[in-house]
């Protein structure tokens, strides 16, 4: 089995790859950092799994599609792809420079759009897999001092309905992940506690069980929020 995941180094993507790699997944990382990535695959190592590594800018379309592109020439197939790469930069939408809300698109949207069709695709012509999308409490409901977050995880959201509505016929899962405050990096420095915060532990631990469930259920939607913030 192997699986594809964005961004991913911190947060919600370091917590799923290695839960992936410690349950037998082969794994290919993206992100922009060299060095993380291979400072995390010589972690992920230990657990006996092939890693593959990345260094994609996922803003930049002309190293996505690089990426795609690689991805054809030297792994093929993945059963799992987990969009997760993402940007978070607060202000109000009003006042906000354009490049705010350009960036903010680029990364929540455009980055999973055009790799969940390279993707999707294949899943469609073998007829199994299972795309993942981290969403946010933002694509149900915009959050204050995050106008343009919100804008394009709502569109990620959309992204994920229609990409489930066209790969069910052939088998193929799409589960999206509505997070409210998690303890990624955007909360380094923070006061409030650890336990007042969705960890990224949490959200690896119920996809993996998503994964193990029989092969004719879908899980559309996981709304996971603290449960007091």
Not at 58 to 69: A, G, H, N, T, W
Not at 134 to 147: E, L, M, W
Not at 211 to 223: A, C, I, M, T, W
Request: overall charge negative.
């Amino acid at each position: 089995m192997k699986a594809v995941i964005t961004g991913a180094t911190k947060g919600i993507g370091r917590a799923i790859a290695t839960k992936l790699a410690q349950n037998g997944y082969d794994l290919v990382l993206v992100a922009r950092s060299l060095t993380d990535l291979e400072q995390f695959k010589n972690e992920l190592i230990p657990y006996g799994q092939t890693i593959l590594t990345f260094v994609v800018d996922c803003s930049d379309k002309k190293q996505v599609y690089q990426f795609l592109d690689a991805a054809a020439q030297n792994f093929g197939f993945a059963e799992v792809l987990v969009n997760n790469v993402g940007a978070f930069l607060p202000g109000s939408m009003l006042d906000e420079e354009d490049e705010t809300f350009e960036k903010q698109q680029q990364l929540n949207v455009n980055a999973g759009y055009y790799v969940s069709k390279y993707f999707g695709k294949l899943m469609r012509s073998e007829r199994q897999g299972h795309i993942f999308n981290i969403c946010s409490v933002a694509s149900r409901a915009p959050v204050k001092n995050g106008g343009s977050y919100s804008v394009t995880k709502a569109a990620m959201l959309s992204l994920n309905h229609v990409l489930r509505q066209e790969l069910a016929p052939y088998n193929v899962k799409v589960t999206a992940f509505l997070p409210g405050s998690t303890k990624t990096s955007s909360w380094e420095g923070t006061t409030i506690p650890d336990e007042k915060f969705v960890q990224p532990e949490d959200i690896a631990e119920t996809l993996f069980t998503i994964l193990k469930l029989s092969k004719g259920v879908n899980v559309d939607e996981v709304l996971i929020t603290p449960l007091d913030f």
